[in-house]
């Protein structure tokens, strides 16, 4: 009986996070790389937008 229990112990795999699903094997590095540039284009984003309005209202 032990012979079973200690070959299931090997079978199921390392997680480093008990609360992360087995199918999930994406790479922490990617996940904040992937946040990191969704976030710096979104405020670069509302950069230009006050960048333009400004541009604008110089002009009139």
């Known amino acids: 009986m032990s012979v079973n229990y200690d070959q299931q112990k090997q079978e199921q795999p390392v997680r480093s996070n008990k609360f992360e699903q087995p199918h999930d094997q994406r790479n922490d590095l990617i996940?904040?790389?992937v946040a990191f540039i969704v976030s710096f284009g979104f405020f670069m984003t509302v950069f230009?937008?006050?960048?333009?309005?400004?541009?604008i209202s110089q002009l009139t």
């Open 31 to 33: 996940d904040s790389g």
């Open 48 to 55: 230009a937008i006050f960048v333009l309005f400004e541009i």
